[in-house]
């Protein structure tokens, strides 16, 4: 299960970086997703073309200077637990995860590439959410849309007794086997795979919804990634788990039903989640500061 790839990737360095480029480089880490406008020019001023996107992580490298998620491992995972509590981040180095990387290129018939899905694919399995060691950031859509899908697998293990009463981090390990099943084989592995079209679409529902509670997220950004969403789905990335049409137009109605369903919540509602701070986007203060005292 993987976070695609926006269509625009961008990748640059800068030959002689400023000093200052290593400061913006840790407030670019601290904030997370902080892909503003404001942020580009700023940037862009400094180390022109800069800016890179790795999967779903807005981020940006410079010679010498590459940071990783992994230095806020402890971070990230507090925000996927938030969703999921079994959830645990680790990364794509694993020999599991390369062993799946040619899987899939065989089973998709070379279109998904390992490299494509070791570098710019975010994964789940069971509770375990692996991001690609070299992302600098990872948005909090996509936290949010990996810890759905550790829910589902924990949902799965209820049909595996007795092993499923076992607690829920055994449940999102031996959900594995019926996930597979739906995820990978319902009805068929290519073309028309209900069930991975369906697991998918539940999982980012479940990020426009909270992206939109909590204001990291805008009607125009759920659209805009509902577009692009059902494209990956319905490509080769995803075995074309369902026809095009079909898919863009689920997906389209599945956001402005989400739209619909947030706008409809009280102001104070709204105003109450985004204070809450539960999963925000960009945090009023420094994370790693908040890890230490904690």
Same mark, same amino acid.
């Given at each position: 299960m993987a976070g695609p790839q926006p269509k625009t990737s961008y990748r640059s360095s800068c030959a002689n970086p400023l000093p200052l480029v290593a400061e913006l480089a840790r407030i670019n880490k601290i904030l997370s997703v902080s892909n503003t406008g404001e942020h580009r020019g700023i940037m862009d001023a400094i180390c022109p073309g800069s800016l890179v996107r790795f999967g779903e992580s807005a981020c940006f490298f410079c010679s010498g200077d590459a940071l990783s998620w992994v230095e806020n491992r402890d971070y990230y995972q507090s925000l996927a637990q938030g969703v999921c509590a079994s959830s645990k981040l680790t990364t794509k180095d694993h020999w599991v995860w390369h062993a799946g990387a040619w899987f899939l290129c065989v089973m998709t018939m070379g279109q998904m590439k390992p490299g494509q899905f070791l570098n710019d694919y975010a994964s789940t399995l069971g509770p375990i959410q692996a991001f690609p060691r070299q992302w600098t950031t990872i948005s909090h859509r996509l936290l949010v849309h990996e810890a759905r899908h550790s829910q589902q697998f924990e949902f799965a293990g209820w049909f595996v007794p007795p092993l499923c009463l076992l607690g829920p981090r055994v449940r999102a390990w031996v959900g594995i086997l019926p996930m597979v099943l739906a995820y990978g084989l319902f009805p068929l592995p290519l073309?028309?795979? &209900?069930?991975?079209?369906?697991?998918?679409?539940? =999982?980012?529902?479940? =990020? &426009?919804?909270?992206?939109?509670?909590?204001? &990291?997220?805008?009607?125009?950004?759920?659209?805009?990634? =509902?577009l692009e969403f059902a494209a990956s789905v319905s490509s080769w990335h995803y075995g074309r788990a369902w026809p095009h049409e079909w898919t863009v137009q689920q997906f389209q109605s599945t956001a402005e039903a989400v739209i619909s369903s947030a706008a409809s919540r009280p102001d104070h509602e709204r105003s109450a989640d985004s204070a809450a701070g539960g999963h925000p986007d960009e945090p009023q203060t420094d994370p790693l500061d908040e890890n230490r005292s904690q």
């Amino acid at each position: 299960m993987a976070g695609p790839q926006p269509k625009t990737s961008y990748r640059s360095s800068c030959a002689n970086p400023l000093p200052l480029v290593a400061e913006l480089a840790r407030i670019n880490k601290i904030l997370s997703v902080s892909n503003t406008g404001e942020h580009r020019g700023i940037m862009d001023a400094i180390c022109p073309g800069s800016l890179v996107r790795f999967g779903e992580s807005a981020c940006f490298f410079c010679s010498g200077d590459a940071l990783s998620w992994v230095e806020n491992r402890d971070y990230y995972q507090s925000l996927a637990q938030g969703v999921c509590a079994s959830s645990k981040l680790t990364t794509k180095d694993h020999w599991v995860w390369h062993a799946g990387a040619w899987f899939l290129c065989v089973m998709t018939m070379g279109q998904m590439k390992p490299g494509q899905f070791l570098n710019d694919y975010a994964s789940t399995l069971g509770p375990i959410q692996a991001f690609p060691r070299q992302w600098t950031t990872i948005s909090h859509r996509l936290l949010v849309h990996e810890a759905r899908h550790s829910q589902q697998f924990e949902f799965a293990g209820w049909f595996v007794p007795p092993l499923c009463l076992l607690g829920p981090r055994v449940r999102a390990w031996v959900g594995i086997l019926p996930m597979v099943l739906a995820y990978g084989l319902f009805p068929l592995p290519l073309f028309y795979c &209900w069930g991975r079209k369906q697991l998918e679409l539940d =999982a980012e529902q479940q =990020a &426009w919804r909270m992206g939109l509670q909590q204001g &990291w997220m805008t009607d125009a950004d759920v659209r805009r990634r =509902a577009l692009e969403f059902a494209a990956s789905v319905s490509s080769w990335h995803y075995g074309r788990a369902w026809p095009h049409e079909w898919t863009v137009q689920q997906f389209q109605s599945t956001a402005e039903a989400v739209i619909s369903s947030a706008a409809s919540r009280p102001d104070h509602e709204r105003s109450a989640d985004s204070a809450a701070g539960g999963h925000p986007d960009e945090p009023q203060t420094d994370p790693l500061d908040e890890n230490r005292s904690q």
